[in-house]
Structures are given as C-alpha cells and as structure tokens.
C-alpha cells in the first residue's frame, strides 16, 4: 500500500493524532484524550475511528508500535520518520494556506496586534 | 449489555484487526464508562460507539483504504456515497411524505399507537417477568413451600421448628431464611401506628446481598430487641434523621432499638401479592401466643421460607434432599402424616411471578393483535398512496431506474414513517407505564420495578423495524412486471392492488372479531362476578382492624373483654345498627384445616375454612343462621356454628345441632365443638369459587394478642363517616392502639376484584382500538372505492339508475367485506377464547350471547363505516361528475 499520495490533505482524525504522537510516544487512550483536550473537545475520536485510523497508520508505516502489550498493559505507538514527513507535509501545505490568506489580508497579521 | 454487545459488535471488523486492536477498544470502552456516572451517560455512551464501530467498520472493511487517511478526492468512490445516497433517499422519502400529509400523519399516529401500547405492555412483562430479582446471584433463590395436600394447601408455610430442622440439615442450601409478616403497634415514634412488621431469621439480608445505607443489618448471633427500618418510614416517621440510629422505639410495648436503615429500592419478594414492610425484627419469644420460631404444630405453619442453593447444587437435588426431611417429619409426627405434608422447591422468581405469568402473557397477546391489525392498516393506506403515484414510479422505471432504487425509496419512506411512529410510541409508552403501574393491582407483584430499560427499548425498535419492512415492500410488490407502457398510458387502478386491500380489510375485521370476543368474555365474567352472591352483605358495612399488645393483655380474657367493650361502645354511636369482629375477614384464605364430623370420618377428614367470630357478627354482615342459634356471651368454650355446606355433608337429611363436629384450631390435635347452629354459606376463600365448609368459633375464647382482629360496623350512615367517631372511642380505651386497614366492606371487596379489571380494562382497551382500526380501514377501502368509480356512478345514474340502487352497490360491498371478515373472526375466536378458560367465571369460551352481540354490533358499526361513503356517492351531482372525469 505505501505512503498516500502526498498532496491530499489529511483528515481531521488523521491529523490530530499525528500531532498527538509527535509530542510524545502514547499509547491509544492517551492519545484520545489528549485530542479531546487539544481541540477543547471538538473532535472527539470514537474508538472505532481512532484504531482504524492507528490500524492504517500502521499499514502505510506513519506509526509504529513500541511496547507490546504484556499482561495486559497496552500498547505505545510512536511516530516514524515515514510519519513525521507526511505531518511536516500537511502542515506545510496548512502553512501555506495560512501565508496566503494574511497576505490577501483574509486573517490578520500575529505581529501587528503583538 | 456491554460485554457481550462489545464482542458483537467486534465481530464486524476483519479478524487481523480484532487481534491488533480489540483489547485497546475493550480497554478504552471500559475506561470511558467509568467517567460516566448516570444510566443515561451510559446509554448515551453505548449509542456513540455503536454508531462509530459500525461506521469504522465498514470503512476498515471497504476496498480503497488508502484513501481514508486522507480527504477522498470524488464523491463517487463506494462507501461515502452509498451514506450520502441513503441522506438523500431519506430527503426523498420526507418530502414525498409531506405531498400527503394527512395519510402520513394518519399513518404515523397509527404506528405511535400499536408501538406504543405494545411497549408499554411489555415493558410490564419485562420488569415482572423477565428481569431477574435484584438480589445478589438472583437465580440460585428458591423457595421452599409447604403442601398439606389434605387441606388442599400447597406452596404454603413452615412451622419454626420445620425450618430450624430445614436450617440445620440441609446440604443442598448454603443459607436459609424465613419471614413472617406481621402487623404490630409502633410507639415511641412522635405518632403511634400500626407498622407492617418483617419478622424475619438474621441471615436475610445477607442472603439476599444487601447492606445498609445507616448503620448496619441483622448479622448472626445478634440477640432479639434490634430493629432495621425500612427507608419509608425512616423518610417520615424519623423525618430521615440520621440520629434514629440508636434510637428505642416500641412494638407493641416491647422495646427495640434501632441499628441501621434498609435501601430505599429493597423490597422483599417473596410474596406474590407485593407487601410492604416498615420495620424489621428479629426472632423473638413476645408472641403470647405461643413460640413461631419453634413450635412444630401444624397450626403454626407461619413462616415463609426460602433458601440459596449451594453453588455445587441443582434444584432437582434440593428437591430430593427436601423430599427426604418431609419423609422424617411426617415419619415423627402423625397431624404432619395425616395432612399430607411435602415440601416443593421452586425458584423464588417463579413462585412470585408464576400466577400473574399467564394475565400478562394474555395481554401480551392482545396488544400484538392490535400492532398486527395496525400494520395491516398502515399497510392498506400505503397500497393507496403507491396506486396514486404508480405513474411516477412507471415513469423512474421507464426512465431505467432500477427497480432496487425504487425498492429503496419505498423502504426509505416506511423508515422515515416507522421512526417518527416509533418515537412517538416510545414516548408515549414511558408515559403511559406510570399510568399503567399507577393501576397498582393487589395481584401484580413488583409493579413498582415498571421502568424503561435497554430490553424495551430494544422491543420497540424491533417492532418498528419489522413493522418498515412490511409497509416498505408491500407497496413494492405492486410495481407490475408486465404492460409497462399500456399501464403508463392508461388505466389507473389495478385490480390485483383492490384485492388486497380487500384482504386486508379482512384480516383486520378478523383480528378484531377475536379480540372483541374475547374483551366480551372478559366483560361477561367480570359482571357475573360481581353479582355472585358471597353469602354477605357488602354494603353499609365498615371494617378495620385492631391488635392489642401481649405486653399490657391477657389473652383470652383480657383480648375478648376488650373487642366485647369496643363492640358495644361502637354499637351506641348514633348511625350504627350493629358490630361484630370476624377473623380473617372473608375472601382471606389464610387459615383453613380439617375436621371430622358425621359422616366424615376420621379417616376421610375434610378441609374447612376456619373463622372467628363474636355473637355480634352475624347479624352485622347479614349471615342468617339457619336453624339453631347464633353465638351468645354466655356460651361455653367448646361451641361452634357450622356452615349449611359442612352440615349436609356430615349429617345429611339429619339434624346436626347438638352433635359434634372435631375440629383442630390450634395444632393441639383434634377438640370436640358442640353444633349449635347452622350459618348460610359464605364464599370465605374466593369470590369465584362455591362456597367451603366453615366452622365458626368463639373468639372471645382464642382472641389472641399480638395479631390484627376485624371489626365490621353496620351502618345506617355513609360508612367512612363512623371512622372518627370510632377512632376516638378506640383511644379513649387505649391511646396506643391504631386503628388499622379501615376501609368500607364495598371497597374492600371490590378490591378482590382488582386483577380481573385491571386484565379486562386493557384487554377492552385494545379491543376498541382494534375495532376502531379495522372500522377505519374499511371505511378507507369502501370510499377509495367510491373515489374510484366516480365515473361508472356517473354514468349509471346517467342512464337512469336510481340511488337506491346506487347506495345498495356500495353498501354490498362493505356488508361484503365485513361478513368475511367476521366469518373468519368467529372461527379464530372458536380456536382462540379457549386460552381464556382460566380467565373467565360463569361463561363458556363459546358463549352465544358475546358471539352474538358482538357479530350484530359489528356488522352494524361496519354498515355505519360503509354507509358514510354510500352517502357521498349518491349525493354526486352527474353533470360535474361526467364533465371533470
């Protein structure tokens, strides 16, 4: 299956979580509530969405899995250099969105109010 | 729920990521349940993961995975379209539905009907049928009953020294406990009253798995003199103060203290008639009249016993283990060999629930009639909104629409009827279950635990599921296969679609038919039962009970000094023709026992009901004595009056006054009472049974303490006016005594009543909605029809037809539909009312007269239905009719 296609932009779920993991290494409830918290509760991931988010993750080499559940501890999932580019990717394109809609004076410039 | 529902609902994704992830989600799942607190959170909990695993499911499922990390680029790719296109077939469905309203709305509160009233039945069945005790390990609780088959008494109580024999040998139960329920004065409480007493062994509540929410319960070895409240009369007499922990109160003037408040949801389920207990006690000698807890007499077979089954045992082995230790007892003692003792183990869930199983099951039935008959209506206005669009789907097909779309557009329109119906039901079931359990009838035990769970919630969601496929796809079915364009191009009706709305007509009629008959049945029952003469007067009569306290009585003497002074105070109030005590009051069928007389020997002794009685009774309740005398202050201790039944039993075409009849009131062996008179029969066990033999004592004699005695006061006046007036003179003899249970004698037969009319309120209730619908559908059917030959009408009144012929057409054919509807229902009630056997009092299943009235009632009412239409038909002006058309 590979890495997607690079210039499709992410979907909310995908992207909260790659931004969950590049902070730290989590494992799947953390990560969870760690969006909930972020987005002030916005985006709330059902466990469906966000393990078959973590699942094709897997599949497409963006995360990988550190610790391996033993007696039932669970499972951490950390960021690959795979991810961190599809992440530094989105963002960049979000970046660029950004740049363009201050320089057509859609949004307001973070220094002049500073 | 949960567990079970969790791996269900994992089994929808591919097994590689059940194994990758299924224990993280069980992990989360349980994790997010316990950040929410209430029933409702939880609920709401469950819906959104139902929602998000399916959804996340079926994606992980899907073909093109890749694409679902990021945004899909098309809308055309396969998932995401199929849910966009069911929004859109579901926009569809809503405006298509909003071009008819009125059908639709018609449609709707048809369904929210059915839905509604078969939730709220089963939400009754459920919460006293279905849903286990909330006891801990609920399932392993079983009775143990006593059967005297002599007396004909089986199921019944154990005397104490049985249970103590049953406590200590047992191997098959880890625990058993007894209850005795009795009614004792509570003082030392700001007002004094009569307190529904829990007598029970201090194993109990532990048994049962419940704790205290103040202080704590009755634990082994506790000595006597402690008391647990119950949450009620903690919340008012103690005002829910804390301080009542510790606290001595008393009953009956002996003094408990008070060591922890009960639970306000417990309740004790061992009675099949629910009853309220107000505070408990233990075990304890203050009985006078003897020891309950020991005595191994025959007549003091009180308690109710029950029992947990050891984890290793099966209830076939506790009923082996039972059969033995009844074998000893009958073995040891002859009165337990001579009634016929056994014992019976039964699940205490069964013995609670068992006699009102077939009440509910039978209303059950009744209300599904009345969904079927609902769908069959519902189903029949969608035939007639499909007739009227037949052109547009024609023309979707001859556009090269497939007919699966079509299909589909049909079913989203019944989804978006059956959901909005269904809602609407469900609302109105929560609504109507308060109303439902607020009937309150004595006979229908856990009433109070009627609520709105998952499982009823899912039985409603079922039912309008079931009830969209079939509106949903009979309209479907009338797409025709053949003569596409001929049909596009001409006429409107089919004759196939007319049949079948006719049969449904049918079938509706039918249904109704039964469920009239059987409401009729009911009905006729009741009536007769009402008029069944008990052997008494019921009217102008007062009845309320008393107990006085062992502590400051003597018994007999004290006790029967007291109910004669009462007896004759009451009788000098003004208004008051007479007074009389009575224990039990009639229509209780608690103490029964045997008795050898004439010819009745003591080899065939037979059963009786036993009753005691002051002189004053019989004249006060209307008994005539037949031949002989009443009772009189100065009768000796060893007489009795017998009823007209036992006399001519014993001594048939002789006299029996003077002789005597053996009879064992108290467990001491069979005693000699001389006959002195001869009472007319008194259906004292049930209204709906002839009338046992009964043998009446003195009470004066055995007036005992510490137990509830009926007073029954013959007015002149309205009977409920004598209630103050009688209280005052109580408390002029003795503040401390309540008076108890006051209520006319009317109401309190009438209560007897309860279970018949709550069964025949529902059951008629159904039946009208039922007849109401099928009069409806057929009114629908015959004016579509006049609708539809406006034309021919026209045309023939053209030609010189007059009305009366015109009116007679119409007419036909719902006198048509009718007849075979009622024919068919008349041979399904022939089949059918023989399941209400057990129901009914005085009537045959196939009694003439309800098939009768019923057959006429309906084909009048369905003359009526059909005669609106015919009406409109002949009033048709031809000159528009033939311009328009």
Redesign the interface.
């Known amino acids: 299956?590979g890495s997607?296609?690079a210039r499709?932009?992410?979907?909310p779920a995908?992207l909260h979580i790659l931004l969950s993991l590049a902070q730290a290494d989590r494992?799947?409830?953390a990560v969870?509530q760690d969006v909930e918290a972020r987005t002030s509760g916005d985006l709330r991931l059902?466990?469906?969405?966000?393990?078959?988010?973590?699942?094709?993750?897997?599949?497409?080499g963006?995360v990988d899995v550190v610790a391996e559940?033993v007696e039932?501890r669970?499972?951490v999932y950390r960021l690959t250099p795979a991810g961190q580019a599809e992440l530094a990717t989105e963002l960049e394109r979000l970046d660029a969105i950004v740049q363009f809609a201050r320089a057509s004076k859609l949004l307001p410039d973070p220094g002049s109010h500073a | 729920m949960s567990d079970w529902y969790l791996t269900a609902l994992l089994r929808l994704f591919p097994r590689k990521?059940r194994r990758?992830?299924g224990?993280?989600?069980r992990?989360?799942?349980a994790?997010?349940r316990g950040q929410r607190p209430t029933r409702l959170a939880r609920a709401a909990l469950w819906f959104?993961?139902t929602?998000?695993?399916?959804?996340?499911?079926r994606?992980?499922r899907a073909p093109y995975?890749?694409q679902?990390?990021?945004?899909p680029?098309t809308a055309t790719s396969g998932g995401v379209e199929t849910m966009a296109s069911v929004l859109q077939d579901l926009r569809h469905a809503v405006r298509a539905l909003l071009r008819t309203p009125v059908t639709s709305l018609v449609i709707v509160l048809t369904l929210a009907l059915g839905i509604g009233m078969n939730t709220s039945i089963f939400s009754v069945v459920n919460a006293v049928l279905l849903r286990p005790f909330e006891y801990r390990e609920p399932d392993r609780l079983v009775h143990i009953g006593a059967n005297y088959a002599s007396d004909g008494v089986f199921d019944s109580n154990h005397a104490g020294g049985i249970y103590r024999r049953i406590q200590a040998s047992s191997d098959t139960l880890v625990e058993v406990a007894a209850v005795r329920n009795i009614q004792q004065n509570l003082s030392g409480v700001p007002t004094p009253l009569q307190a529904q007493v829990g007598w029970v062994s201090d194993n109990i509540f532990s048994m049962l798995g419940v704790s205290a929410i103040r202080g704590r319960l009755f634990s082994a070895n506790d000595p006597p003199g402690l008391a647990v409240l119950s949450h009620r009369l903690w919340q008012t007499t103690f005002t829910a103060d804390p301080e009542a922990i510790g606290q001595v109160v008393a009953l009956d003037g002996v003094p408990y203290t008070i060591i922890g408040v009960l639970p306000a949801e417990f309740r004790l389920r061992v009675w099949s008639s629910p009853r309220r207990i107000d505070i408990w006690k233990l075990p304890d000698n203050v009985w006078a009249n003897g020891d309950v807890w020991d005595a191994t007499g025959l007549s003091f077979s009180l308690l109710k016993v029950f029992g947990r089954l050891h984890d290793d045992a099966t209830i076939e082995q506790a009923r082996d283990e039972m059969g033995a230790i009844a074998d000893q007892v009958r073995e040891e003692y002859s009165e337990y060999r001579e009634a016929g003792f056994d014992m019976s183990v039964v699940p205490l869930l069964e013995t609670v629930v068992g006699n009102v199983r077939p009440t509910l099951l039978l209303l059950m039935g009744a209300v599904g009639f009345v969904l079927l008959i609902a769908c069959a209506n519902i189903v029949g206005l969608m035939l007639v909104r499909a007739q009227g669009r037949q052109r547009e789907m024609l023309l979707r097909l001859a556009l090269g629409s497939p007919r699966s779309r079509i299909v589909r557009l049909l079913l989203s329109e019944a989804l978006v009827l059956t959901l909005v119906g269904g809602a609407i039901g469900a609302t109105l079931a929560v609504a109507t279950t308060d109303l439902l359990a607020s009937f309150r009838p004595d006979g229908l035990p856990r009433l109070d635990a009627v609520t709105m769970d998952l499982r009823v919630l899912g039985f409603a969601l079922a039912a309008t599921l079931v009830c969209t496929l079939v509106f949903g796809l009979a309209p479907a079915t009338t797409i025709g296969r053949t003569g596409l364009v001929t049909r596009l191009a001409g006429n409107r009706s089919t004759p196939r679609l007319g049949r079948l709305r006719d049969a449904l007509v049918v079938v509706q009629i039918a249904l109704s038919v039964v469920l009239l008959i059987g409401a009729g049945l009911l009905t006729a029952s009741l009536m007769r039962l009402r008029s069944v003469d008990p052997g008494f007067q019921t009217t102008q009569l007062l009845t309320f009970s008393i107990s006085l306290p062992g502590a400051r009585y003597e018994w007999p003497a004290g006790t029967g000094r007291f109910h004669r002074q009462l007896e004759e105070r009451i009788e000098t109030l003004p208004g008051v023709t007479s007074a009389g005590v009575i224990w039990p009051l009639p229509l209780t069928d608690i103490w029964s026992g045997q008795y050898v007389a004439g010819d009745v020997t003591e080899e065939d002794r037979a059963p009786s009901q036993y009753r005691l009685a002051t002189p004053g009774f019989f004249a006060t309740v209307g008994i005539p004595i037949r031949s002989g005398r009443g009772l009189e202050s100065t009768d000796a201790a060893q007489v009795a009056i017998i009823s007209r039944a036992l006399a001519e039993r014993s001594w048939p075409s002789q006299n029996p006054l003077g002789r005597h009849v053996r009879a064992d009131p108290w467990g001491r062996g069979l005693t000699e009472f001389e006959v002195i008179g001869v009472a007319n029969d008194v259906r004292y066990r049930r209204l709906r049974e002839a009338p046992m033999e009964t043998i009446y004592f003195d009470s004066r004699n055995w007036s005992w303490v510490d137990w509830e005695v009926d007073f029954v006061v013959s007015s002149q006046v309205e009977p409920l006016a004598l209630v103050d007036p009688i209280r005052e003179l109580l408390s002029d003899m003795d503040a401390e005594i309540p008076m108890a249970e006051v209520q006319t004698m009317a109401a309190y037969v009438d209560a007897r009543l309860a279970p018949n009319r709550y069964a025949l309120a529902l059951v008629g209730l159904f039946a009208s909605v039922a007849g109401l619908l099928a009069m409806l559908g057929l009114y629908g059917v015959v004016s579509h029809g006049v609708g539809e030959r406006t034309r021919e009408i026209g045309i023939r009144m053209a030609l010189g037809s007059d009305r009366g012929h015109i009116a007679r057409l119409i007419l036909t054919r719902g006198a048509r539909l009718s007849f075979v509807g009622l024919t068919l229902g008349l041979a399904g009630s022939l089949g059918l009312t023989r399941l209400l056997t057990g129901f009914l009092f005085g009537v045959a299943p196939t009694d003439p007269t309800t098939f009768i009235t019923i057959s006429v009632a309906l084909l009048a009412v369905s003359l009526t239905a059909s005669y609106l239409p015919a009406r409109r038909a002949v009033r048709l002006d031809v000159i528009t009719v033939l311009r328009t058309e």
Request: hydrophobic share 35%.
């Open positions: 299956m997607s296609d499709a932009p992410l979907t995908t494992h799947g409830y969870r059902g466990p469906g969405t966000l393990y078959e988010a973590l699942h094709r993750m897997l599949g497409a963006w559940p039932r669970r499972k | 990521f990758q992830h224990e993280e989600i992990h989360d799942v994790a997010e959104e993961i929602i998000d695993l399916l959804r996340s499911a994606r992980v995975r890749h679902l990390l990021t945004h680029r």
